[in-house]
Every structure is written in C-alpha cells, then in structure tokens.
C-alpha cells in the first residue's frame, strides 16, 4: 500500500520559515520524482517544486530563491523548506510521487499571516 504522509505545515508570519516533510511507503522512492504541488482557496492547484530521481529541481517563478526542495533517499523523505514566507503562500501543499503512476498526499495546511 502506498503511502505519502505530509508534516510540517502550520501558521507562519510574513517573512517566517517552514519545513514541509513528506515520508514515502509502499514505492521504490530513489527512482520516483517527488513533486509539492499547492492549492488556494477558489484556486487551481498548482505545481510548486519538482525533483527528479537524480536530484535535478525546478520550481514556479513566485517561489524561486525563496522555496528549496529537496530528497533523502535514505529516509524515503522529499521535504520543501520555504523561507521569506508570503501572505500569497498559504495554501494546502500536497506531496506527490510521479513515475509510471501518480500518488498523493493527503496534505498540510500551511497559513501565513500577521
């Protein structure tokens, strides 16, 4: 049974840090890339950070120099530290594991606000 558990989320200030935390079973972990996607109230979901099986990352411009994602292996672990945390930010962010299949999250609340 796969299963992608997210931590970490929580209500921030603006310009506050997060660790966002997602442990991956039931998947040979080293070959999936590992995805944080987030969705806003009355928003899309939207993809937010990537990392493939060799390390290579990408991100959406809003977050670029401010979002760092990043993989044990390991640990079965991807995690997305955020820094210089926005009001624009807050969101439910969702872990997800991409190869021949999909899986998801279930999750985290992150809030930022005074």
């Known amino acids: 049974q796969v299963q992608l558990v997210e931590s970490g989320g929580g209500l921030v200030q603006p310009g506050g840090s997060l660790r966002l935390s997602c442990a991956a079973s039931?998947?040979?972990?080293?070959?999936?890339?590992m995805e944080w996607y987030r969705q806003a109230p009355g928003k899309q979901r939207e993809l937010v950070a990537s990392?493939?099986?060799?390390?290579?990352?990408n991100y959406v411009d809003s977050v670029k120099a401010r979002f760092t994602i990043s993989r044990d292996n390991a640990k079965n672990t991807v995690y997305l530290q955020m820094n210089s945390l926005k009001t624009e930010d807050t969101a439910v962010y969702y872990c997800?594991?991409?190869?021949?299949?999909?899986?998801w999250g279930q999750g985290t609340q992150v809030t930022v606000s005074s």
């Open positions: 039931g998947i040979t972990f080293r070959v999936y890339a």
């Open positions: 997800s594991a991409n190869w021949a299949q999909r899986y």
């Open positions: 990392i493939t099986s060799r390390g290579s990352t």
